[in-house]
């Protein structure tokens, strides 16, 4: 019984997490040189974060507050109705 409750509550979890990920517009997972920098040198993370950016101060030589990306919706590249070819 405690097993099908964890499976339960693991695919509810998930589920939630799906949906949120849904929503969400923007990124802050590229490659090092898509980063835009939005701050300035000794820019905090709170500081950077305050302004909506993206904070991550691992790798030196690039920006460690930067703009995030937006994320592409793969269907609206698709158009709405398709032609009907007769």
Known sequence: ME???SCVLLMALLLVL???GQDQEETCTMTLKERAN???PGVTEQECKSKGCCFDNRILGY???FYPLPIKNPSDDTPLEEECPF
């Open 3 to 5: 097993h099908k409750a």
């Open 63 to 65: 920006p460690w507050c």
């Open 38 to 40: 939005c701050g300035f």
């Open 18 to 20: 799906g949906a949120l």
